[in-house]
């Protein structure tokens, strides 16, 4: 069966300095892979996504990358705030209606 | 926040009750989910549904049935609660035809099962 895993459960940068996560996964190769922000008590909520043919996709501060050959996704915050501070999900999609879930990295910045 | 909501927000209940969740959307969807969160699990599929009716088991199925009789209401039930079905239940919803769709989820239900 698909397995993803996220690098660490718990991640802590300074504050100004560039986070980086990663979601890696074994067999297939998703149909596109999408992250989310989960703060405490909250449902997720979606940031990036990005397309299996796509190597990158910015957004303000985010950057997504998604190499198919290690089968391997990185998540990065440029210039980390503490209000980035939350559990960080990747999600991926082998063509249906369905997302399957990483368990997530806890990212802390610290002032 | 796609106009989700979730009741309850909070139950506690006892093994072998019966427990009913609701999710309710205002905007017509046509997917919408159901999802158990654990620590150590992430988020995992327990049913969804793609219309009136209409619906399929996720990953996590065993114990859990659901009901779509109209499109706004999803209900998720644990006709026989045990304490491994403690948990935070999410419901999701995609606002497109469900392929490539990013998800928007409500804001949980915390179940404990004494």
């Given at each position: ?6 690098n ?25 892979l ?6 405490p ?17 910015r ?11 290690l ?19 990747c ?14 990295t ?6 | ?11 506690v ?7 009913t ?12 989910y ?15 549904s ?24 999803f ?40």
């Open positions: 069966s698909q397995k993803i895993e996220q660490s459960e718990a991640l802590n940068i300074q504050e100004g300095k560039t986070a980086t996560l990663t979601c890696n996964y074994t067999n297939y190769s998703p149909a596109y999408q992250w989310y922000r989960q703060d008590g909250r449902g997720p909520v979606f940031l990036l996504l990005i397309r299996e043919n796509e190597k990158e996709k957004k303000e501060r985010l950057k997504v990358t998604f190499d198919t050959t089968k391997q996704s990185l998540f990065h915050i440029t210039a980390s705030q503490p209000a980035d501070s939350a559990t960080y999900l999600a991926l999609n082998f063509g249906n209606e369905k997302l399957t879930f990483g368990t997530g806890r990212l802390t910045i610290i002032p | 926040d796609a106009g989700i909501t979730q009741s309850p927000r909070h139950k209940t006892e093994t072998g009750t019966p427990v969740l609701r999710c309710h959307q205002t905007e017509n969807h046509r997917y919408m159901w999802y158990r969160q654990d620590p150590g699990h992430g988020l995992r599929l327990i049913h969804y793609y219309g009136v009716k209409d619906t399929d088991k996720g990953e996590v199925s065993d114990g859990y049935s659901v009901s779509r009789s109209k499109t706004e209401d209900l998720l039930t644990l006709e026989s609660a045990t304490s491994s079905q403690t948990s935070v239940y999410f419901c999701a919803i995609t606002t497109g035809q469900g392929l490539t769709d990013t998800q928007y989820f409500g804001p949980g239900t915390r179940l404990t099962v004494l």
